[in-house]
């Protein structure tokens, strides 16, 4: 029910914009959220966006680098990501969920993405 786009290989500094599609969901009703997965490492939250895009929260180590934005109209939520480091090299997914608040545990998250590939390397 959500098809993630847009990633890619960039260099070091670079940006990206990843976009997320919900075809069979009302987004309008969920939180959502980037969740991304390195090679040998736990998926982890990067970012999450209320209902109403009144409160977003970020880990610590993407804050003031990428920015999470939705359109309720267009059932589309986005992540931004520039000054991108090799770190950032992951699988990057897009979640929804039904909580009150932003939760940053996968478990939380109800619906999910295949997945789009972002690579960081000169």
């Known amino acids: 029910q959500l098809v993630e786009s847009g990633g890619d290989l960039v260099q070091p500094g670079g940006s990206l914009r990843l976009s997320c599609a919900a075809p069979?969901?009302?987004?309008?009703?969920?939180?959502m959220g980037w969740f991304r997965q390195a090679p040998g490492k736990e998926r982890e939250f990067v970012a999450g966006?209320?209902?109403?895009?009144?409160?977003?929260k970020y880990s610590y180590s993407v804050e003031g680098r990428f920015t999470i934005s939705r359109e309720n109209d267009k059932n589309m939520v986005y992540l931004e990501m520039n000054s991108l480091l090799p770190d950032d090299t992951a699988v990057y997914y897009c979640?929804?969920?039904?909580?009150?608040?932003?939760?940053?545990?996968?478990?939380?998250?109800?619906?999910w993405g295949q997945g789009t590939q972002v690579t960081v390397s000169s």
């Open positions: 966006i209320s209902p109403s895009s009144d409160d977003v």
């Open positions: 979640a929804a969920d039904q909580h009150y608040l932003i939760r940053t545990a996968p478990e939380d998250y109800k619906y």
């Open positions: 069979g969901l009302t987004i309008s009703w969920y939180i």
